[in-house]
């Protein structure tokens, strides 16, 4: 029997995890599909740029990611105490960016002025509804499959499922599996055939990671020694963040209104 999400992640035995999403009858919905010769290669494009978008709004750290034809793999770091430190403003900001959110939510960020105080008090509350979520893994890989899903079905006039089903999650324990999970993301189109480098392999965090560093190589140096970006620790609260409801569900924005938010960098190492 397949055991409940919060079960199988849970931020105090560690944050980080690798997740697998697979399209539905594993279709080449972000490729080219062989039989029809129609390339939906151009999706791929719309999972890495997602991805990182949705990382600067969740508390979550992008440390490794291959976008393959038909399904994609994450290493992804949760990180609780980022969230913690956000303000009210702050988290509700953030939920708003991806979500419309009730209409006093929307009036407190207004003018928090014009609310009673009975009404404050169950903003505030909401907003701890929403800091617990912005930390969660599940709502983060829900909007990105979600709105993937959207603009992928505006595309093809259809309705129905583009994802196979929930994705799939692996808790890993320590730096040795944070650091083989990511070598097996970033490997997977040379495991695949469909590149012959990791320069070559289009669409994964170490083409990325590769391009990046040539960039700033060709830059002129500068004086002085960078600071160190080093990851934070492990949080030990907050175990079973709170699993998304079903009353009242809140819409996603408008793609118009995605699509306009800035790139996060990927997680930056020592």
């Not at 800091?131 to 603009?151: C, G, H, K, Q």
Request: proline share 6%; hydrophobic share 40%.
């Amino acid at each position: 029997m397949p055991r409940a999400r919060y079960e199988q992640v849970n931020v105090e035995a560690t944050p980080w995890y690798h997740v697998v999403s697979r399209c539905v009858r594993r279709a080449y919905l972000c490729g080219e599909d062989a039989v029809t010769g129609h390339s939906y290669e151009h999706r791929r494009g719309w999972l890495v740029e997602r991805i990182q978008q949705l990382a600067g709004v969740f508390a979550v750290d992008v440390a490794a990611y291959a976008v393959m034809s038909n399904h994609t793999h994450l290493v992804l770091r949760l990180d609780v105490d980022r969230a913690r430190d956000w303000s009210v403003e702050e988290v509700l900001r953030r939920w708003t960016q991806v979500f419309t959110g009730p209409e006093m939510v929307q009036q407190y960020l207004r003018d928090p002025g014009g609310l009673v105080p009975v009404q404050v008090q169950w903003v505030q509350a909401q907003a701890e509804v929403y800091r617990s979520r912005l930390a969660d893994l599940s709502w983060y890989m829900r909007v990105v499959n979600e709105s993937i899903a959207r603009m992928a079905n505006a595309e093809d006039d259809v309705t129905g499922r583009f994802w196979e089903g929930r994705f799939k999650s692996q808790a890993l324990l320590d730096e040795a599996g944070v650091l083989t999970a990511m070598v097996y993301v970033d490997l997977n189109p040379i495991r695949a055939r469909m590149a012959a480098t990791p320069e070559e392999s289009e669409y994964t965090s170490v083409a990325q990671r590769l391009a990046a560093l040539l960039d700033e190589a060709s830059k002129p140096r500068k004086r002085g020694r960078p600071a160190a970006v080093k990851s934070a620790p492990v949080n030990n609260t907050n175990p079973h963040p709170e699993k998304p409801t079903t009353e009242k569900r809140e819409k996603l924005q408008k793609e118009s209104r995605l699509a306009q938010l800035p790139l996060a960098p990927l997680m930056a190492f020592d």
